[in-house]
């Protein structure tokens, strides 16, 4: 039977193209990923692909079909696997030592906190945040609101004075 007229879809041929070459390609993916039991997988998981697609695949791109699958199935595991680590490594960076009491402490803190720098006079308010929030140097905050340095430095001040009082010393 010459080339041009073995199916793959034929039993024959596909048991001959697995004989023939299921032993290298475990090889080559066993190589790639160092595990017996996902070459063997990666292996069969290619010669199933081979038979669905045996009626558009020719008997001569048989063998780089198979290897081509083959690859592309590892590469498919590694990034899943990739994938997969880079969430549990999320997961991980998420879970904290600290107790509930003192996550729910520190909520309401913060809550106490925006709300005392809400209530603050508008001209405090606003250096308060550019300094503290934006980082901006109080030569800046002056040119941003129109004021000499000196009216900051006072705003500053005023600010930080009413926020300890209502805090004391953090």
């Known amino acids: 039977m010459s080339s ?3 199916s793959v879809c034929e039993q ?9 070459h299921s032993q290298t390609l ?4 066993y190589y790639k990923c160092g595990d017996k039991q996902q070459a063997e997988d990666t292996i069969q998981d290619a010669f199933v692909k081979l038979w669905n697609n045996c009626s558009k695949v020719l008997f001569e791109k048989a063998k780089s079909f198979l290897y081509t699958v083959a690859r592309n199935i ?5 990034a899943h696997k990739k994938i997969v680590l880079e969430h549990q490594n999320t997961l991980s960076n998420r879970t904290t030592n600290e107790t509930p009491l003192f996550l ?5 803190f913060m809550q106490q906190l925006k709300d005392a720098i809400a209530n603050l006079p508008e001209k ?3 250096v308060f945040l550019l300094s503290r929030i934006d980082k901006k ?3 800046e905050i002056a040119e941003i609101t129109g004021v000499s340095i000196k009216a900051v430095e006072k705003r500053m001040s005023l600010a930080l004075v009413t926020l300890r009082k209502q805090f004391g010393k953090i």
Request: a negative charge; charged letters at 35%; zero cysteines.
């Open 4 to 6: 041009e007229t073995k």
């Open 137 to 139: 140097k109080y030569s």
């Open 124 to 126: 405090q308010r606003e």
């Open 12 to 20: 024959e041929t596909y048991e001959y193209l697995y004989n023939a």
């Open 74 to 78: 590892f590469l498919n595991e590694v």
């Open 104 to 108: 729910l402490e520190e909520q309401e």
């Open 26 to 29: 475990y090889n080559y993916i």
